[in-house]
């Protein structure tokens, strides 16, 4: 399989899903949309009108874990979220440590202006382009290396 290009990053929560799009050719994502969840399960028909408007080569998914590094309580949750989009989609999945991601977006949007209120512009969006962000530098050799003109 080629380098994926395009990709979907989700950070994955039981009432919100925040959805971000990415590019490996410049190691950046911005947030997309937030999927309202049903005690973690999203409508499941918006999330395949996302994967045919963008048709991405691959999915990342936020892995909630503890700050010393062990599985939180939504980590297993997660996980399945994860094997549910590879099972649907038949595209490679991959989970990103996303600790710190939700704390940085909303640092972000305090910056912005934006009141501690984060119930009209949700941070799911932003954390999850900043997840599949850290999945980019992570993952460097998912970039694809660029061909030398003749």
Not at 76 to 97: C, Q, S, Y
Not at 119 to 129: F, H, I, S, T
Request: net charge positive; glycine share 10%; aromatic share 6%.
């Amino acid at each position: 399989m080629s380098a994926p290009r395009l990709l979907l990053g989700f950070d994955y929560g039981s009432k919100q899903i925040g959805v971000a799009v990415g590019q490996a050719v410049t190691g950046q994502a911005r947030e997309l949309c937030v999927l309202k969840a049903q005690n973690g399960t999203p409508d499941w028909s918006r999330v395949e009108a996302l994967m045919k408007e963008w048709q991405p080569d691959a999915l990342v998914v936020g892995l909630p874990l503890n700050m010393d590094g062990s599985p939180s309580e939504m980590s297993e949750r997660a996980e399945k979220f994860a094997r549910r989009l590879n099972g649907r989609f038949n595209l490679p999945v991959h989970t990103h440590d996303e600790r710190l991601t939700t704390y940085e977006a909303k640092g972000h949007r305090l910056r912005q202006g934006q009141s501690g209120n984060y119930r009209g512009r949700p941070v799911d969006a932003l954390a999850a382009a900043l997840l599949l962000e850290g999945w980019l530098q992570a993952n460097p050799t998912a970039q694809p290396i660029p061909k030398e003109i003749p």
